[in-house]
């Protein structure tokens, strides 16, 4: 499986970005996917996930209804859209995806940068 990201950028804070996270490859064997961020000196953090089946989703207490994450399983693309942005949300974003078969295998791309200025 292979992920890219889009959509990274600088905004001012308040404002809204939206990451996309297109995925090819061994799609069907994708159980899960999420996001994450890291920011500089700090350890990389989940920001949400979502389930490809049910679509269950789940978010860190920080961007609790800040931040939406979707799927479109047709187009094999996750979202994140994010709103009333704050500068501790400047950070590395990372999107991830989770084969929970026979072998455990995770799947990282390659990051999208996010900066929030004040």
């Known amino acids: 499986v292979q992920l890219v990201e889009s959509g990274g950028g600088l905004v001012q804070a308040g404002g809204s970005l939206r990451l996309s996270c297109a995925a090819s490859g061994r799609t069907w064997s994708i159980n899960s996917m999420g996001w994450y961020r890291q920011a500089p000196g700090k350890q990389r953090e989940l920001v949400a996930s979502i389930t490809t089946g049910g679509g269950s989703t789940n978010y860190a207490d920080s961007v609790k209804g800040r931040f939406t994450i979707s799927r479109d399983n047709a187009r094999h693309t996750m979202y994140l859209q994010m709103n009333s942005l704050k500068p501790e949300d400047t950070a590395v974003y990372y999107c991830?995806?989770?084969?929970?078969?026979?072998?455990?295998?995770?799947?990282w791309g390659q990051g999208t940068q996010v900066t929030v200025s004040s």
């Open positions: 991830n995806a989770r084969d929970y078969g026979l072998r455990y295998v995770e799947y």
